[in-house]
């Protein structure tokens, strides 16, 4: 449903955009209170910068001193306009924890002030400017509906991770050979595909069954979990199941009384109904199911980690490559349990080469050249021990064991 936003004339100059945003609030009650999770890291770092902002320093050399805010802008693509660092966004946006409870959001139309201050700078926010003084805040008598969450500025273009949080699932040892199973196709199809029917089983004895009777169901449709392995340690780290479409469940898996050839009554499994309603490959016997997820709420702030960072990248998502390039999604061995989180902005080390050092007589002493930073990347889908991240800008390619560390 479209959330209702007073249409105010004009903010001041010195206003915060999270203050702004807790007018908008407070004039709406609770139809703006959308619950979207501040982190504790997010906490912390606002807590440590409110209206601190970043050294001057930290600027880009073509920073603006104001921006208007536009449909088609990034957060990322904003941060590296003012920001030398883009990852330091939210010290330069000044965070006010206390007025705001969400610091995730700015929205077209929006203008961003570069106010510059004691060797500082912080961004503000005000609305297109409209001829009333900057002091005043007026309420017009209007109102106006649109949905928020439609219209704010994503973090990064939404194409290029949407179908990341839906398609890849990483999952532990023998959870795809216990979910269910494909076992048959109408019409004797060999190969399935969108709009083909097929018929499931349950595994472990465990039918196959609307959980919502009336609702349909969905599911998307796997096929065999490749182990994830540490680039240094060789441990497994996880499964990670290729994605091959999505399923609606049309009918339960039940158990009917069937007349065997010798007369005699035998309860017999009758397997789940399917329809194919997307598919990214073709499907067949023996592929797996797995619920649905809902739908991820994309909204987080570039940052640097608080935590030290030391990973590798352990593969690369999709078809098998030998190097990954920009705007491609890449898995790397850091995860929430080393402090991981959707936002996280890592810097790609390319590995020093080694060689012999010619410089001596006998050019027998080996020697590695230190690594080189080579680009950066961002998580957006943590795991426990693995996470998936997008390669926001790179210099050369990047490659399984390539080292990601904190970016400063």
């Given at each position: 449903?479209?959330?209702?936003?007073?249409?105010?004339?004009?903010?001041?100059?010195?206003?915060?955009?999270?203050?702004?945003?807790?007018?908008?609030?407070?004039?709406?009650?609770?139809?703006?209170?959308?619950?979207?999770?501040?982190?504790?890291?997010?906490?912390?770092?606002?807590?440590?910068?409110?209206?601190?902002?970043?050294?001057?320093?930290?600027?880009?050399?073509?920073?603006?001193?104001?921006?208007?805010?536009?449909?088609?802008?990034?957060?990322?693509?904003?941060?590296?306009?003012?920001?030398?660092?883009?990852?330091?966004?939210?010290?330069?946006?000044?965070?006010?924890?206390?007025?705001?409870?969400?610091?995730?959001?700015?929205y077209p139309g929006q203008q961003l002030v570069l106010e510059k201050s004691n060797g500082r700078a912080i961004l503000r926010v005000r609305q297109a400017d409209s001829g009333i003084p900057?002091?005043?805040?007026?309420?017009s008598p209007r109102t106006r509906f649109e949905s928020l969450a439609d219209s704010a500025v994503p973090t990064l273009q939404s194409h290029l991770i949407e179908p990341f949080l839906a398609?890849?699932?990483?999952?532990?040892?023998?959870?795809?050979?216990?979910?269910?199973?494909i076992v048959a196709a109408s019409d004797t199809r060999v190969l399935l595909t969108r709009g083909d029917r097929a018929y499931v089983r349950g595994s472990d004895g465990n039918l196959l069954?609307?959980?919502?009777?009336?609702?349909?169901?969905?599911?998307?449709?796997?096929?065999?979990?490749?182990?994830?392995?540490?680039?240094?340690?060789?441990?497994?780290?996880?499964?990670?199941?290729?994605?091959?479409?999505?399923?609606?469940?049309?009918?339960?898996?039940?158990?009917?009384?069937?007349?065997?050839?010798?007369?005699?009554?035998?309860?017999?499994?009758?397997?789940?109904?399917?329809?194919?309603?997307?598919?990214?490959?073709?499907?067949?016997?023996?592929?797996?199911?797995?619920?649905?997820?809902?739908?991820?709420?994309?909204?987080?702030?570039?940052?640097?980690?608080?935590?030290?960072?030391?990973?590798?990248?352990?593969?690369?998502?999709?078809?098998?490559?030998?190097?990954?390039?920009?705007?491609?999604?890449?898995?790397?061995?850091?995860?929430?349990?080393?402090?991981?989180?959707?936002?996280?902005?890592?810097?790609?080390?390319?590995?020093?080469?080694?060689?012999?050092?010619?410089?001596?007589?006998?050019?027998?002493?080996?020697?590695?050249?230190?690594?080189?930073?080579?680009?950066?990347?961002?998580?957006?889908?943590?795991?426990?021990?693995?996470?998936?991240?997008?390669?926001?800008?790179?210099?050369?390619?990047?490659?399984?064991?390539?080292?990601?560390?904190?970016?400063?």
């Amino acid at each position: 449903m479209a959330q209702s936003k007073a249409a105010f004339g004009h903010h001041s100059l010195t206003l915060p955009v999270w203050a702004a945003l807790a007018v908008l609030a407070a004039a709406n009650g609770p139809a703006l209170a959308q619950n979207y999770p501040i982190t504790p890291t997010q906490r912390s770092t606002a807590e440590q910068v409110a209206q601190a902002g970043v050294p001057l320093s930290e600027l880009s050399p073509t920073a603006p001193d104001n921006y208007t805010v536009k449909r088609g802008d990034t957060l990322w693509a904003i941060s590296g306009l003012f920001l030398t660092s883009p990852w330091r966004w939210p010290e330069l946006w000044g965070m006010n924890i206390q007025e705001v409870r969400n610091p995730h959001r700015i929205y077209p139309g929006q203008q961003l002030v570069l106010e510059k201050s004691n060797g500082r700078a912080i961004l503000r926010v005000r609305q297109a400017d409209s001829g009333i003084p900057g002091d005043t805040i007026r309420v017009s008598p209007r109102t106006r509906f649109e949905s928020l969450a439609d219209s704010a500025v994503p973090t990064l273009q939404s194409h290029l991770i949407e179908p990341f949080l839906a398609e890849p699932v990483i999952v532990e040892e023998g959870v795809l050979d216990r979910a269910p199973r494909i076992v048959a196709a109408s019409d004797t199809r060999v190969l399935l595909t969108r709009g083909d029917r097929a018929y499931v089983r349950g595994s472990d004895g465990n039918l196959l069954q609307e959980t919502t009777p009336g609702r349909s169901e969905a599911f998307r449709v796997f096929r065999n979990a490749k182990a994830l392995r540490d680039p240094v340690t060789n441990v497994v780290l996880g499964y990670e199941a290729q994605y091959l479409g999505k399923a609606s469940l049309v009918r339960s898996e039940s158990v009917q009384q069937v007349k065997t050839s010798g007369g005699t009554m035998v309860a017999t499994p009758v397997p789940a109904t399917i329809d194919i309603v997307s598919a990214r490959e073709e499907m067949r016997v023996g592929d797996r199911l797995l619920p649905e997820p809902p739908r991820q709420l994309v909204s987080y702030v570039p940052r640097a980690p608080i935590d030290l960072i030391d990973g590798n990248v352990v593969s690369m998502y999709g078809d098998a490559v030998g190097l990954a390039g920009q705007n491609q999604v890449v898995v790397i061995n850091k995860g929430t349990a080393d402090g991981i989180e959707s936002g996280h902005v890592l810097a790609i080390l390319k590995s020093g080469a080694q060689l012999l050092d010619r410089t001596q007589k006998d050019g027998r002493d080996r020697i590695k050249l230190p690594d080189e930073r080579n680009g950066l990347l961002m998580v957006f889908r943590p795991f426990e021990k693995l996470s998936y991240a997008l390669v926001l800008e790179i210099t050369d390619g990047v490659k399984i064991g390539d080292r990601v560390v904190n970016p400063r």
